[in-house]
């Protein structure tokens, strides 16, 4: 939590956010990060289509999967779900 | 404004709060039926079926999907009302505080009551005494006629863009609720006109532009989202200062009403009576405060400097008001009718003694918990505090700070 915190006058009431979602990285509490193995990748992109948070996209230039680790929380569905076992959970700071 | 012409109606505090929030356009009701607020929800209910309102009448499972209902239409800047009492009451607990914390304007009727257990359907306020925390301003009235007047008030206290508080209006079951009395009742438009279209200021939104306060798919909004230990305090502290904020608009809204109505109950936030040489005084909130001013007149054509101040207002608490007009008096007997288990007297009497712990005149203040589940408050228990009063002024000392006035 780095950036600069607004006083009680300068906030909108209710706790209407100011700002998009995409400027609240959610994804800096996460305990375990998943870790991509392009080997075994069959690019079937079911992984990307099941992430809550948004936080896996295709790159269509490249033809890669790109995990966006400032959203990404950790929670692991796309390592159990992907079929070809391709992705696997790592604690923080040892991956 | 000139007061207008006025019809007098022979109905009960419910009748009267069910004709307030006809004549108040309001856009939607949800409600769930409880004793003895029942027939505010019945008669509304009947307006609706009859086709004199336009309202949006919901029935919920419950009061928790009540207010909820309440909340989510009030956040889409609809004008809401609802009514509850009790258990009822309790069961909104939670939503309360979701309420007052999206600053959602909701009116809400509360027929106070007693709690379970042992189940009790008569009057105290231990119900509404026990949400004096969760962020609404409480209005207490004293007679249905100032029920009538309050709720119709309330919409334009709520909806004050300088507000934005829900707030109950709070009436005592039976005694009130079910008991006829002479309303005078404005007209339908002269009231439409009183309250007015509600409004939303304009907040910043998610895309850096200020955009209305209220949900809408052209100009969407987050409210009430996750809010941590960054700016949940922040939040709370805007609600503290639109409470700050709340008793000159009360006071205002009072008196551009009594224009129209040419009733006034004493400064909107507090009703003194004989207070300005009274020696003894005692205060209390809804329809006992009618019983206590007979009483204060029989001791005054006996000589007594006796007084009474009524609270209109609990939350926000009027605190410099009682200040001031208490500073003359000597002795004070604080009426609760609700009870905090434990906490040495009742919740008044716990805030008035607070009040006046920076007076210069520093009166003893007791504390008298009295007509829990609708124990009768006659006269001659009234008279009988009034007498210790004067016993604690003749001698200057407080044999027990707290009692008990009508138990066996």
Redesign the interface.
């Known amino acids: 939590m780095s950036r600069e915190l607004k006083g009680w006058k300068d906030i909108p009431i209710a706790g209407v956010c100011w700002k998009p979602a995409t400027e609240y990285l959610t994804g800096d509490w996460k305990t375990f990060k998943p870790i991509h193995d392009p080997e075994k990748c069959t690019k079937c992109l079911l992984c990307s289509l099941i992430c809550p948070d948004s936080a896996i996209k295709w790159n269509q230039a490249n033809e890669e999967l790109m995990f966006d680790y400032d959203f990404c929380k950790g929670c692991g569905i796309c390592a159990n779900e992907c079929p070809a076992d391709a992705i696997k959970m790592v604690r923080e700071g040892e991956g | 404004m000139a007061i207008t012409q006025q019809k007098t109606l022979a109905i009960n505090g419910d009748e009267a709060v069910a004709l307030a929030v006809k004549q108040s356009d309001v856009d939607v009701v949800a409600a769930y039926p409880i004793t003895p607020q029942t027939i505010i929800v019945e008669r509304f209910s009947e307006y609706v079926a009859d086709g004199e309102v336009e309202t949006e009448f919901v029935c919920t499972e419950s009061e928790h999907s009540a207010l909820t209902a309440c909340l989510a239409a009030s956040a889409m800047g609809a004008r809401t009302f609802t009514a509850s009492a009790s258990a009822g009451l309790a069961l909104m607990h939670e939503i309360l505080y979701v309420t007052s ?3 959602a304007p909701v009116v809400m009727a509360i027929v106070n009551r007693a709690l379970s257990a042992p189940i009790n359907i008569h009057c105290d306020h231990s119900d509404s005494m026990v949400e004096r925390d969760s962020g609404w301003i409480q209005i207490y009235a004293e007679n249905s006629q100032e029920t009538y007047d309050s709720i119709i008030q309330a919409f334009r206290i709520a909806e004050h863009l300088k507000v ?1 508080l829900p707030i109950m209006v709070c009436l005592d079951a039976f005694v009130l609720s079910h008991t006829l009395e002479n309303v005078q009742v404005l007209a339908d438009e002269t009231v439409q006109k009183f309250v007015g279209l509600r409004d939303v ?1 304009q ?6 532009r200020e955009v209305p ?1 209220k949900l809408d798919p052209s100009n969407p ?5 996750l ?1 941590l230990y ?2 949940y305090f ?2 709370k ?2 609600q503290e ?1 639109a409470m700050k904020v709340a008793p000159q608009i009360i006071q205002e809204v009072h008196e551009e009403f009594s224009q129209i109505s040419g009733r006034k109950y004493g400064n909107g936030l507090i009703d003194a009576y004989h207070l300005e040489d009274a020696d003894i005084a005692t205060v209390c909130v809804g329809s006992t405060a009618g019983t206590t001013k007979t009483v204060v007149d029989r001791l005054r054509k006996e000589g007594v400097k006796a007084g009474l101040l009524r609270l209109r207002t609990f939350r926000p608490l009027p605190l410099t008001d009682i200040v001031k007009t208490m500073e003359n008096v000597k002795a004070v007997a604080v009426m609760d009718r609700s009870n905090s288990f434990g906490g040495h007297g009742g919740p008044i009497y716990h805030e008035i003694r607070h009040s006046l712990y920076d007076s210069p005149t520093h009166p003893h203040v007791v504390n008298y918990i009295y007509g829990l589940g609708g124990r009768d408050m006659p006269p001659a228990i009234i008279l009988n505090i009034y007498k210790d009063l004067q016993e604690i002024l003749k001698t200057k000392r407080v044999k027990r700070d707290v009692q008990f006035a009508g138990v066996r």
Do not use: S
């Open positions: 914390g999206c600053r934005l200021p907040v910043m939104g998610h895309e850096g306060f909004i987050t409210m009430g989202p809010d960054d700016y922040e939040h502290r805007q200062e």
